[in-house]
T-cell receptor, first 115, second 113 residues
Framework: NAGVTQTPKFRVLKTGQSMTLLCAQDMNHEYMYWYRQDPGMGLRLIHYSVGEGTTAKGEVPDGYNVSRLKKQNFLLGLESAAPSQTSVYFC??????????????FGQGTRLTVV | KNEVEQSPQNLTAQEGEFITINCSYSVGISALHWLQQHPGGGIVSLFMLSSGKKKHGRLIATINIQEKHSSLHITASHPRDSAVYICAVRGKPLQNTGNQFYFGTGTSLTVIP
C-alpha cells in the first residue's frame, strides 16, 4: 500500500543535463499532477494528466515534458536543466470527477538542485 | 493573482495554545483541502471539506461556502504540530477551472514547548 511514490528523492544536476522524475501510484487514480514548490509561493502546476495517454499543460510548463504511457506512472522530464528549475517537485494523484469529490494524494517530493 | 490566500504566513505559539489558520479563496470550488507539510517531508492531506465542519482529534476544519472562507483550528497545540499548513481548493470543472487544485502559500507554524 505505497500510495504515491516519487523517485528520486534528491538530485543535483549540472546546467544543460537532462533527467526524468518518476511518479508511481497504486490507487488506480485517473488524474495525476506534477507541481513545483518554491519558497514564498504556493505549489504551482507544471503538467497534469486526466488519463493514460493524455497530458496537458499547467501554469508553468516551460522547460518540462511529461508522459503517461501507463495509468499508474507519470513521468516528468527536464531536457536541458537550468538553475531556475531548482525546486522541490511534488507529484499528486486523484480519482476523476465521475467518482465524485475526492481528495488528492501526494508523493514525498523530489529536491532538485541545478548548478 | 492568487486564487487562495492564507493568513498568517508565520505563526509561533506556546504549547497548549489554541491556534487558528485562515484561508480565503476567490474561485468556485468543489472542495477545499487542508494539507500538512513537515520540514523536509512530503505533503499529507488532513481534511477535505465541501461544507460544514470536520474534526480529527485536536484538529478542526470549517468552511463557509457563501463567504469563501475556511479555518483550521488546532486545540491544545503541541510541538509535534509544528509544520507548514497549506490550504488548497479544487475548482469546479464546469467553470472552466478544470479539475485543478489551487494552493495557498502556506502557514508556517512553530509550537514552542
Amino acid at each position: 500500500n505505497a500510495g504515491v511514490t516519487q523517485t528520486p528523492k534528491f538530485r543535483v544536476l549540472k546546467t544543460g543535463q537532462s533527467m526524468t522524475l518518476l511518479c508511481a501510484q497504486d490507487m488506480n487514480h485517473e488524474y495525476m499532477y506534477w507541481y513545483r514548490q518554491d519558497p514564498g509561493m504556493g505549489l504551482r502546476l507544471i503538467h497534469y494528466s486526466v488519463g493514460e495517454g493524455t497530458t496537458a499543460k499547467g501554469e508553468v510548463p516551460d522547460g518540462y515534458n511529461v508522459s503517461r504511457l501507463k495509468k499508474q506512472n507519470f513521468l516528468l522530464g527536464l531536457e536541458s536543466a537550468a538553475p531556475s528549475q531548482t525546486s522541490v517537485y511534488f507529484c499528486a494523484s486523484s480519482y476523476s470527477w465521475v467518482r465524485g469529490v475526492t481528495e488528492a494524494f501526494f508523493g514525498q517530493g523530489t529536491r532538485l538542485t541545478v548548478v | 493573482k492568487n486564487e487562495v490566500e492564507q493568513s498568517p504566513q508565520n505563526l509561533t505559539a506556546q504549547e497548549g495554545e489554541f491556534i487558528t489558520i485562515n484561508c480565503s479563496y476567490s474561485v468556485g470550488i468543489s472542495a477545499l483541502h487542508w494539507l500538512q507539510q513537515h520540514p523536509g517531508g512530503g505533503i499529507v492531506s488532513l481534511f477535505m471539506l465541501s461544507s460544514g465542519k470536520k474534526k480529527h482529534g485536536r484538529l478542526i476544519a470549517t468552511i463557509n461556502i457563501q463567504e469563501k472562507h475556511s479555518s483550521l483550528h488546532i486545540t491544545a497545540s503541541h510541538p509535534r504540530d509544528s509544520a507548514v499548513y497549506i490550504c488548497a481548493v479544487r475548482g469546479k470543472p464546469l467553470q472552466n477551472t478544470g479539475n485543478q487544485f489551487y494552493f495557498g502559500t502556506g502557514t508556517s507554524l512553530t509550537v514552542i514547548p
